[in-house]
């Protein structure tokens, strides 16, 4: 590379690493993903920082645990007081773009669940005071994403960047609910658009009986996955030519629930070709035998964001459509590298691939994510080719972790960090003997009738994870039991392995606490 390196990182979400042709999988048919890691590396252990959406992101962006950037979970934003590693890029004089999902900021609109509730007999603390933070981010500058509210495109309502992106084209929610500046796109395209959309719009002949399915009437060429593309072509046909390097985001909104593949990647995958994960139907956590009984009771709705259980016909079904959704996506990847390729940039453009989490995916008999760390949730695909140096299909066998992404991009682009980040650069560091995992909840759910709070470590061999106010934690082997299936933490010859994993732990979270912000004086 003669200049600085371009930057081209794909994100999808909520996509497993056993999704992809090129992490093992022989059904899925991803050729487009499975060639950028022919010819670049993937990471074989790569882990989020938190499985649910916005906190992953946040961490993603910030290079910091959510625990120390506050978006503890979903419905809490990014804090704009909050560095990026975009915003840095853009200081260095870079072109930031991003198309497709952002999720930095909510965008449902409906009102939290866990919030201040004043108690009797004392005094409740002005509106002012009820947080630890007084600046909590709420308030206008952090409703921008608000579903509800998209009436026309955000950077018509933004004055300059948006978390660093001095570009931004941005979808909200997911499937054919998708809505944001994609919304308005399509609307344009098609005035009708919203009688197309939708379950109570959903063509007949489903020949599908799954929770969160249908078949949309959303043709191809207007569904989510096919503009963001069709925008990321466009933003790049702009960047050819100059002397600017670049940054751009792809973010792909699908193949998260609801289950909604447009056109021919509906019926692409035979629900009867499918194979149930080792683990379904197995397991014996208190959360997993609730979920089943609200299975068998038909108590438990299945149509929001909380996990449920799933007969196996169920299983087989959504594994379908998600087949169909993750090769949708690989489609418009290739779309997208070839035109690349044609505006003579493949060769100065660094291309990156990961997810923001995974997804049950029928493992032990569950679909969608929270509360419970198994492999499916915590880990996810990353993939890095760069021209300048191909590995040639090279596997990274070190834990990673997405913290570990921006300082990676920052490195690649010769750009110091910021004080305070903590993950690492993935091509010039050892990787560590652990990787924390964090989650918070904000709300009840089958299994769980209180807020959870839980910290998982992950080591070469083992998986270990400690909630808060419950008399149950989880042990695997992961080299024997790499399916998650015998809990060991209460086994008595695995004590000296406790023993020996929260050690690790403590080091690993004490390594983590904060850094920022760097003193004034030395007091």
């Known amino acids: 590379m003669s200049r600085r390196p371009n930057f081209l990182f794909i994100i999808t979400d909520q996509h497993r690493a056993d999704h992809l042709g090129c992490y093992g999988n022989d059904v899925v048919q991803t050729p487009n993903i499975d060639r950028i890691a022919a010819k670049g590396r993937r990471w074989e252990r790569f882990y989020v920082a938190n499985p649910i959406c916005m906190p992953n992101r946040a961490s993603i962006m910030t290079g910091r645990m959510c625990s120390v950037h506050g978006a503890r979970h979903n ?11 975009v915003e840095l890029l853009r200081d260095a ?53 608000l579903a ?26 997911h499937a054919d609910r998708a809505c944001g500046d994609y919304l308005l796109w399509a609307r344009d395209q098609q005035p009708d658009f919203d009688r197309l959309a939708g379950p109570e719009n959903a063509l007949p002949d489903n020949r599908v009986s799954a929770p969160q399915a249908w078949r949309t009437a959303v043709p191809e060429d207007l569904y989510s996955t096919s503009w963001v593309a069709e925008r990321s072509q466009a933003w790049l046909a702009e960047r050819a030519g100059t002397d600017q390097p670049f940054f751009l985001q792809m973010s792909f909104p699908d193949p998260h629930h609801p289950f909604t593949p447009p056109g021919r990647y509906w019926g692409m995958y035979d629900p009867t070709d499918i194979e149930l994960p080792a683990s379904f ?33 169920e299983a087989r079904c959504i594994i379908a459509l998600t087949y169909g959704m993750i090769t949708m996506i690989d489609d418009a990847i290739g779309r997208v590298l070839r035109r690349l390729d044609d505006l003579g940039l493949a060769e100065d453009t660094v291309v990156i691939f990961t997810s923001d989490h995974g997804d049950y995916m029928g493992d032990h008999g569950l679909m969608l994510k929270l509360l419970l760390h198994y492999q499916g949730i915590i880990r996810v695909p990353f993939i890095w080719l760069d021209p300048a140096t191909p590995a040639s299909g090279g596997v990274d066998p070190g834990l990673a972790s997405s913290i570990d992404i921006s300082s990676t991009i920052l490195g690649r682009a010769g750009i110091q ?21 964090e989650e918070d909840s904000q709300r009840t759910m089958t299994g769980f009738d209180r807020l959870q709070r839980v910290r998982t470590v992950v080591t070469d061999r083992y ?7 419950e008399d149950w934690n989880e042990l695997y082997d992961l080299s024997s ?6 809990n060991l933490y209460d086994d008595p010859s695995a004590r000296a392995t406790r023993h020996d994993l929260s050690e690790v732990m403590l080091k690993r979270l004490i390594e983590l606490q904060d850094r ?8």
């Not at 419905?75 to 590693?85: E, N, W």
């Not at 014996?284 to 016909?313: H, S």
């Not at 998986?463 to 106010?469: C, N, T, V």
Request: aromatic share 8%; glycine share 10%.
């Open 516 to 523: 920022s912000p760097l003193p004034s004086y030395r007091a």
């Open 75 to 85: 419905g809490i934003p990014l804090s704009q007081d909050h560095t990026t590693f």
């Open 148 to 173: 509800p509210r998209w009436t026309s495109p955000l950077s018509s309502r933004i004055d300059g960047h948006y978390y660093g992106f001095e570009h931004f084209e941005i979808a909200a929610d």
């Open 463 to 469: 998986r270990m994870s400690l909630r808060e106010g």
């Open 481 to 486: 039991d790499p399916h998650e299936t015998t």
């Open 417 to 437: 960090p910021f004080n305070g980040i903590q993950g690492r650069d993935l091509l010039t560091t050892e990787p560590p003997e652990a990787v924390i995992v």
């Open 281 to 313: 139907g197995q397991g014996d956590l208190p959360p997993i035998k609730a979920m089943r009984e609200a299975l068998r009771d038909g108590t438990d709705p299945r149509d929001t964001q909380n996990p449920f259980a799933v007969t196996e016909d």
């Open 93 to 145: 004089g870079y072109s930031t773009g991003l198309i497709g999902k952002s999720h930095l900021q909510c965008f449902t609109g409906l009102p939290a669940t866990n919030k201040f509730r004043p108690k009797d007999g004392l005094q409740a603390p002005g509106p002012m005071l009820r947080d630890a933070l007084k600046n909590n981010r709420h308030g206008p500058e952090y409703d921008q994403e």
